[in-house]
């Protein structure tokens, strides 16, 4: 198994909730430092980052398993079908219809909290 969480530090430290689990499988999460711009914009995302990394190491595995929300994963869900399975984990209504219509296999949940033990 090989697995990866991408993850946005933020000055609040609320990743940490999420990181719990990862650190209790004894998984190391790849980390990003929210930038934020003079006008005060945030930004913080691991879109190519994901990308890249999925497309390296799906010829090494049987199964991709991403937990994305928007469309623009579309292409890389496609793209890696050509190599491997991929399925998608969906947390209530929030990922897109499209990419839910690709996945080779969906599991939808209303929160993540019914799919990850917290410990």
């Known amino acids: 198994m090989h697995a990866v969480a991408y993850v946005i530090n933020t000055e609040a430290g609320d990743e940490n909730i999420f990181l719990k689990p ?61 190599m491997t399975q991929v399925e998608v984990i969906s947390f209530g209504k929030s990922t897109s219809a499209k990419l839910r219509e690709v996945a080779d296999d969906l599991l939808i949940s209303p929160t993540i909290r019914e799919n990850i033990s917290w410990g």
Not at 31 to 58: E, M, N
């Open 22 to 82: 990862w650190k209790n499988w004894g998984l190391k999460p790849k980390r990003k430092i929210l930038q934020i711009f003079h006008s005060g914009t945030k930004k913080g995302d691991w879109d190519v980052g994901l990308a890249v990394d999925a497309i390296k190491t799906a010829p090494r595995l049987d199964t991709v398993v991403i937990v994305p929300v928007d469309g623009d994963f579309v292409p890389l869900v496609q793209y890696l079908q050509t």
